[in-house]
């Protein structure tokens, strides 16, 4: 088997067991999936439920990643109070978590169920079978629980960002302020002192 992760991807085989019935769901044991027949819809609909849980397992590996990127922002932030982060670089991390949130939920099809079950619903209960066995539903949820937590830390990104706006919004307009001051300062003086020291 091969291991992602900490999950392991093991080769499953198949058995034809003409005494099981579909409305049971899907009998695996040792990784040995047991078949009520050689139809190929019943194959085709575990192997959809196989594929979802194969598909699942390269979104995690990208989350897995996106979170050891970001790994050391909230350390920084306890240790220093704030992080060096560019604007640009807090953009490209938030587009980077909604693409991927978004390709979970709507774009890769790991919610759906296939379309031919609502005509050949005898499959389901193998297919909802070993979606379970495989853990599909509850990684998912796992799954969007940490972007959840991925967004909330872009949320006191973005915080930290406008507080940094602010700040130099600040400075700006005080050094505006001095500047009209030195400036009124410099026009009083060229038109009500300078034009006395020649009398």
Not at 8 to 30: E, H, K, M, T, W
Not at 106 to 132: C, H, K, M, Q, T
Request: charge should be neutral.
């Amino acid at each position: 088997s091969a291991q992602r992760c900490g999950h392991s991807v093991a080769r499953r085989r198949y058995q034809v067991d003409p005494a099981r019935s579909l409305r049971r769901g899907v009998g695996i044991r040792n990784d040995l999936i047991c078949l009520e027949s050689d139809d190929p819809l019943e194959k085709f609909t575990l192997a959809y439920a196989l594929a979802q849980s194969a598909k699942l397992f390269v979104w995690e590996s990208r989350v897995d990643d996106t979170i050891k990127s970001v790994r050391h922002i909230p350390e920084r932030l306890a240790l220093t109070g704030s992080t060096n982060l560019s604007d640009a670089q807090v953009s490209r991390m938030i587009g980077r978590i909604f693409t991927e949130s978004m390709q979970v939920n709507l774009y890769s099809e790991i919610l759906d169920s296939p379309n031919f079950l609502w005509e050949n619903d005898a499959y389901e209960p193998a297919y909802v079978g070993l979606r379970a066995h495989l853990d599909v539903p509850d990684r998912v949820e796992l799954l969007n629980k940490r972007l959840d937590i991925l967004k909330e830390l872009l949320d006191v990104l973005n915080t930290q960002l406008s507080n940094r706006h602010s700040s130099r919004l600040e400075v700006i307009v005080i050094w505006l302020i001095v500047a009209e001051i030195v400036v009124t300062l410099c026009v009083f003086i060229a038109e009500h002192v300078s034009p006395k020291r020649w009398l």
